[in-house]
């Protein structure tokens, strides 16, 4: 966890360095997608109190802001990262403030949240689902949801060859981690969770799933002209997913 936490620091210093072209980002918006809009719409009419776990550099939670939510308190382990996102938030005035600290265990009160928003490359900085789960949960008041835009955990399996997908002979469904070979690399060590695994510890952490579904589109793509022949559709490469607390 502490080395992961170092890499993060170093990488996130990318917030910092293109700050203006988040800002304009940021100004612009579209950080939250069309197809992540449409299932927490019902959730946003409400006007909700959102936790981001994870939120690294903050321009979803712009667009959560603007689609209607309240308020946005991020919790990062990241400083640099938390510090650019506020400074942005400030310059922006929105309302969102960013908490430093090491999840699981974020440093908020238990009900806080209408709404807990993560994903995006979260879970797989997670090396025990269980306690993740159980904070996402607590965080929740009675009747509130937890929404996940994640990677999907087929992905580590996916090689980037352009003339046709191949199964990395490197990699299995079911590892429980590999060494990071792309952003932020540097040793990161990232978990393998199955899509098993990932609703098994949430409906165990008292959620009830409201919609799980699987997307061809990659959430992430190399800054360079990578064009993947396993991002072209036939493949999964991300999912979303909705519970909620019930009661
Ligand atoms: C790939 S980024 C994604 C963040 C965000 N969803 C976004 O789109 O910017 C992963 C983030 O998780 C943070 N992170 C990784 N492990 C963490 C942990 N155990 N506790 C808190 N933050 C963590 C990193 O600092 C980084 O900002």
Redesign the pocket.
Known sequence: ?ES??QV??K??QKHVREYDDLLRQAREGG?LLPRERTVLRPALIAEPAVV?????????DVDLIRSGARSVVG????RV?TSAAQRRADELGLACRYVV????GAPLATGCADLVY?????LI??PDLTPWAQDAARLLRPGGHLFIYESHPAVPLWSWDADQPRIRPDRSYFAHSFVNDS??ADGAVEWQWTLGEIVTALVTAGLSLVHLSEHPEP??RPQDDTDAAAWHGRLPNTFMLLARRPG
């Open positions: 966890m992961n936490r993060w620091e990488a996130s950080s981001h776990l994870q939120s690294g550099h903050g321009l979803d919790v990062d382990f990241s990262a600290a090491e999840l699981p993560t994903g995006k490359g979260a900085w997670m952003f932020p959430f992430w």
